[in-house]
């Protein structure tokens, strides 16, 4: 019955209301669950292929010490390239993609990363091999924030956007599984290049499954974009990363490394300023004034830089210092991710049990004793299955900290500000485990190098030779191998007892970083209650949220009348804009029940 006609006298049964009545039938319920399901799987392959590129590298870093002559130094700018690129250019994609459409944006992030895929694939040497690094890196920069911006709009309901974050996160960990594997295959048959040329034709399975299943969203208040924060991000990042990888060859009190950092956190704070006083700011500081956005962001940032920080100085270990094939260093990482993808999947449970802040304290906490585990029993002597639990304690933290963390992050955006937040959120992994790798490999060449210039001291070596050897654990294991003899073997012990050392001093760094992390996680990130976990947590910061229109667009609108029994609390007109608010919010209240608040 239309709402407004005559009801019979006597009558007790009304027809469908518009307005009181929204309820879809179940047909269409399961209808747009398959959609927003098949949807999922297509984005999923985009966070997979990103960080399969990642394992892929890690796996590929001694091969790149041998056939393309890269020192530790070089190996940091080929991992960190991508992420200074990432990190610099991710905050105005999160915006750009709210503001020209999310779909397109990851789309043409696909494009972009795939072409620098192909370009690296066939780089002649160290520099255009960073070069394209950094192309790969502008590509993930668009095409991950607005992939997961799509998977905040399109899951609304709390838990299902619980569930979705958990297989996001579950995937990474599937990139980490397959990734050494992978690269190790592609190595054992083909050159250095087919580890990036792979990633071409999955790129092209998501550019068209995109395009196919994937629904456009927008938000049309979103901000002008911000080139000039773009420009401050990358240069304050790249210069303390320079002061960083260059500090153990160039001299931690070289005028030129501290001018470098000096001048990096100089340019960090012109960000904060400029961001401060912009109109259209890429980083809308406003997000960190709830501690529940800013506490789980610092979180996510810490456990990137212990687990990309550990797992560059592990692979090495692994084929240089153990012996392993490419092929045996990634079977022997597959325990590490198998146990993340687990505690991604079961960490939505164990948030429910005892909250979001003990789960990421936990996740924290294990990751650290993990770290801690492998630093004691590093050694010339140590084998694998000595520094397996440390592995796998790692592994389990990852998995229980980021989709937590993630989905305390995304829990408080208006959903306006979604792409923005995701970008936060994504920016600072690609930001942690860039000072990670940075600062673990700093710290280890440091130690090593310390341990290998005394003996070389008083023997005449060629300068070319001497700075392989001090370059890296298998540059030095390759000039003993030429040298042979007795002098060879005693190279070599140096070299092994040098980078295990350096190990130890790089993981103990690392595991005091995290440690301090779950401090600051116990002590500051607020606490959900298992009503609230249930119900999906907090609204979020005042000021409205976005509600789906139709099937593809998304605009803010003032927070719509709260469930009271199904009842609406204020009038409105059956024809406007507001009136479909209320429909989307009634049918929330459909989902949840009579008087609950959820996120």
């Keep these: 019955m239309a709402v407004g006609s005559a009801l019979s006298p006597g009558s007790r049964t009304v027809g469908p209301n518009p307005i009181t009545d929204p309820v879809p039938s179940s047909a269409r319920a399961a209808g747009r669950l398959t959609r927003r399901s098949t949807a999922l799987a297509v984005l999923c392959i985009a966070v997979l292929i990103v960080n399969l590129d990642n394992t892929i590298l890690n796996v590929a870093l001694p091969t790149l010490v041998l056939q393309l002559h890269a020192g530790t130094e070089e190996l940091q700018w080929i991992v960190d390239a991508y992420a200074l690129v990432f990190g610099g250019v991710m905050l105005t994609c999160g915006s750009l993609a709210d503001r020209i459409g999310r779909r397109r944006l990851f789309v043409v992030g696909l494009a972009v990363f795939g072409a620098g895929s192909l370009g690296a694939a066939f780089a002649t040497g160290v520099d255009p091999l960073i070069a394209w690094r950094a192309v790969m890196g502008a590509g993930a920069a668009a095409t991950i924030p607005s992939g997961l911006s799509i998977v905040n709009n399109l899951f609304r309901q709390p838990a299902e956007r619980a569930r979705a974050v958990g297989i996001w996160s579950?995937?990474?960990?599937?990139?980490?599984?397959?990734?050494p594997v992978a690269g190790g295959l592609l190595l054992s048959r083909f050159w250095w290049g087919s580890i990036f040329l792979v990633n071409v034709p999955v790129v092209v399975v998501g550019i068209v499954g995109a395009m196919v299943f994937v629904p456009e969203s927008h938000d049309h208040t979103a901000r002008r974009a911000d080139p000039f924060g773009a420009v401050l991000t990358m240069s304050g990042l790249g210069l303390i990363l320079w002061a960083i990888i260059e500090g153990p060859n160039r001299g931690w009190t070289s005028p030129s490394v501290l001018g470098a950092l000096l001048a990096g956190l100089a340019v960090t704070v012109g960000f904060v300023v400029w961001e401060h006083r912009c109109d259209h700011p890429m980083l809308p500081l406003s997000l960190f004034r709830s501690r529940r956005f800013s506490i789980a962001v610092v979180a996510v940032a810490l456990g990137v830089f212990a687990l990309l920080g550990g797992l560059f100085m592990e692979t090495q270990f692994l084929q240089f210092a153990l012996g392993f094939s490419p092929l045996g260093a990634g079977l022997c990482i597959l325990p590490i991710a198998g146990v993340l993808a687990l505690g991604a999947l079961i960490a939505t449970r164990v948030v429910s049990a005892i909250g979001t802040k003990l789960t990421a304290a936990t996740g924290l906490g294990l990751i650290t004793a993990g770290l801690v585990q492998i630093a004691v029993v590093s050694s010339v002597t140590a084998d694998f299955p000595r520094i397996l639990p440390g592995m796998l304690l790692m592994g389990l933290g990852a998995g229980l900290l980021m989709p937590?963390?993630?989905?305390?992050?995304?829990?408080?955006?208006p959903h306006g500000d979604?792409?923005?937040?995701?970008?936060?959120?994504?920016?600072?992994?690609q930001v942690g485990g860039a000072l990670g790798i940075a600062v673990v490999g700093s710290v280890l060449s440091s130690r090593f190098q310390g341990s290998l210039e005394p003996a070389l001291a008083g023997h005449q070596v060629p300068a070319a030779a001497r700075q392989t050897i001090l370059g890296s654990l298998g540059g030095a294991l390759?000039?003993?191998r030429i040298v042979g003899g007795s002098l060879g073997k005693a190279l070599a012990h140096v070299a092994r007892v040098g980078f295990a050392m350096g190990s130890h001093d790089a993981l103990m760094v690392a595991a005091g970083v995290t440690a301090a992390g779950a401090v600051l996680v116990l002590v500051a990130l607020p606490n959900s209650t298992k009503s609230e976990v249930r119900r999906g947590g907090s609204r979020g910061p005042p000021g409205g949220h976005g509600i789906q229109i139709g099937r593809t667009d998304s605009v803010p609108i003032p927070d719509a009348p709260p469930c009271d029994g199904g009842r609406v609390v204020d009038r409105v007109d059956p024809g406007s804009r507001r009136a479909e608010s209320v429909v989307a919010d009634l049918r929330t209240c459909?989902?949840?029940?009579p008087g609950t608040e959820g996120g």
């Excluded at 937590?404 to 955006?413: C, E, F, H, I, P």
């Excluded at 979604?418 to 992994?429: K, R």
């Excluded at 459909?590 to 029940?593: K, P, V």
Aim: without cysteine.
């Design 170 to 179: 579950a995937t990474i960990g599937l990139g980490i599984a397959v990734g």
């Design 404 to 413: 937590t963390a993630t989905d305390s992050v995304l829990g408080t955006l």
């Design 590 to 593: 459909g989902d949840r029940g």
């Design 418 to 429: 979604s792409g923005v937040g995701s970008a936060t959120n994504s920016t600072a992994m």
């Design 478 to 480: 390759a000039v003993a």
